[in-house]
T-cell receptor
Framework: GDSVTQMEGPVTLSEEAFLTINCTYT??????LFWYVQYPGEGLQLLLK?????DKGSNKGFEATYRKETTSFHLEKGSVQVSDSAVYFC????????????FGKGTSLLVTP | DSGVTQTPKHLITATGQRVTLRCSPR?????VYWYQQSLDQGLQFLIQ???????AKGNILERFSAQQFPDLHSELNLSSLELGDSALYFC?????????????FGNGTRLTVT
């Protein structure tokens, strides 16, 4: 079935560093792609999404571009803050499961002052 | 605040027992999804309901069942519990069930089976 693979963490960065978290997908059709963030003790929050090729999702300084040619949806941020420390999940919508989201394993990010 | 409410927040029970987890979706959302999050399996989709009807099944065990009621709240029933069922159980809701309807998650119920 449709699936996503994201880079394993943990990722540790200094404040103001550049962030990239890689995500690639395998799908038979053209799924929508999402990034979710999970802060400790909380549920997942939608960070950004893209619904078709070449779409760029952006929110709170984070960006990701839907690349059909490389089947990728990498998450980037130019300057991370300590408050960005969380677990980040890449996901795609699976039309064969009622558009439930198939998630990657998650990437833990720790930003140090 | 996502608007999705899950109760209880924590649940501790013994092997062989049965528990019920409850979810109230965001106002107006018709779809409810249940997920299990564990360290080894990550986030696993269990089951989806749309306006009271089951629409999709994922990796849900036969010991588990769910339903969505006319007021759109949903319950996940877990029976004959095993140690391996210890996990975080999330409910999510969305307005529709299409590819452009993002899921909004509750804060989860942490189940511990002893």
């Amino acid at each position: 079935g449709d699936s996503v693979t994201q880079m394993e963490g943990p990722v540790t960065l200094s404040e103001e560093a550049f962030l990239t978290i890689n995500c690639t997908y395998t799908a038979t059709g053209y799924p929508s792609l999402f990034w979710y963030v999970q802060y400790p003790g909380e549920g997942l929050q939608l960070l950004l999404k893209a619904t078709k090729a070449d779409d760029k999702g952006s929110n709170k300084g984070f960006e990701a571009t839907y690349r059909k040619e490389t089947t990728s949806f990498h998450l980037e941020k130019g300057s991370v803050q300590v408050s960005d420390s969380a677990v980040y999940f890449c996901a795609l919508s699976d039309p064969y499961s009622g558009y439930a989201l198939n998630f990657g394993k998650g990437t833990s990010l720790l930003v140090t002052p | 605040d996502s608007g999705v409410t899950q109760t209880p927040k924590h649940l501790i029970t013994a092997t062989g027992q049965r528990v019920t987890l409850r979810c109230s979706p965001r106002s107006g959302d018709l779809s409810v999804y249940w997920y299990q999050q564990s360290l080894d399996q990550g986030l696993q989709f269990l089951i989806q309901y749309y306006n009271g009807e089951e629409r999709a099944k994922g990796n849900i065990l036969e010991r588990f069942s769910a339903q969505q009621f006319p007021d759109l709240h949903s319950e996940l029933n877990l029976s004959s519990l095993e140690l391996g069922d210890s996990a975080l159980y999330f409910c999510a809701s969305s307005a529709g069930q299409g590819r452009n309807s993002p899921l909004h998650f509750g804060n989860g119920t942490r189940l511990t089976v002893t």
